[in-house]
């Protein structure tokens, strides 16, 4: 299985500052057909999770664009401009190249 | 508003049975792709199966294979998870989420992860 390891545990972040979360994984993302299936994922608390951003760098309908994310083979980085109280929670990476999914054990994000 | 909904967890015995159901609202379930996941208690998320849209294919997490089987009816668009011979390490709240990925030929596969979530289902299996 592919093991997707995150750093760091938790990042406190003051508000309007940036944050960078990072991903890697233990095998290459890359797919044969040359597309790298990696999300990301927050979970507020006491919420569900939400997807941002799948195939590495594509934000969804809604997230703000303070989100991005990058990166490729088995490095990869989720970040956060201008961090705002609504960013609590955890963050999470997902691949979808290898089965079984896998995803990473997550990042705290809080406010200092 | 699109949403998914999950019902029929609860507690159960050690080596008991349960079966989840996750049905969809704003659309149906019919066809797309589904996945679980799950969440133990203050733990990270964990997923543990999902059924294709292209085909029904199903595929599931080591830690549940040969226990657990996920299931589509059509014509109700509901999505089961059936889990039998449960383990205390199988609590955990589970969440339906409505899947994007397509797993046909190579060259087309795509895997964008779950853009759709349920509020959770929890599972607690105790004695």
């Known amino acids: 299985d592919v093991v997707m390891t995150q750093s760091p545990l938790s990042l406190p972040v003051t508000l309007g500052q940036s944050a960078s979360i990072s991903c890697r994984s233990s095998?290459?993302?890359?797919?044969?057909?040359?597309?790298?299936?990696l999300s990301w994922f927050q979970q507020r608390p006491g919420q569900s999770p939400r997807r941002l951003i799948y195939k590495v760098s594509n934000r969804d309908s809604g997230v703000p664009d303070r989100f991005s994310g990058s990166g490729s083979g088995t490095d990869f980085t989720l970040h956060i401009s201008r961090v705002e109280a609504e960013d609590v929670g955890i963050y999470y990476c997902?691949?979808?190249?290898?089965?079984?999914?896998?995803f990473g054990g997550g990042t705290k994000v809080e406010i200092k | 508003e699109v949403q998914v909904i999950e019902s029929g967890g609860g507690l159960v015995r050690p080596g008991g049975s349960l079966r989840l159901s996750c049905v969809a609202s704003g659309f149906t379930l019919n066809n797309p792709a589904v996945t679980w996941v799950r969440q133990a208690p203050g733990k990270g998320l964990e997923w543990v199966s999902s059924?294709?849209?292209?085909?029904?294919?199903?595929y599931y997490g080591g830690s549940v294979k040969g226990r657990f089987t996920i299931s589509r009816d059509g014509s109700q668009g509901t999505v089961y998870l059936q889990m039998t011979s449960l383990r205390v390490e199988d609590t955990a709240v589970y969440y339906c989420?409505?899947?994007?990925?397509?797993?046909?030929?190579?060259?087309?596969?795509?895997?964008?992860?779950?853009?759709?979530w349920g509020q959770g289902t929890t599972v607690i299996v105790s004695s």
């Open positions: 059924i294709s849209g292209n085909d029904d294919t199903t």
């Open positions: 095998q290459s993302l890359a797919y044969i057909n040359g597309n790298t299936f």
């Open positions: 989420a409505k899947d994007d990925f397509w797993t046909g030929h190579p060259s087309r596969y795509y895997y964008y992860g779950m853009d759709v």
């Open positions: 997902m691949q979808g190249t290898h089965w079984p999914l896998t």
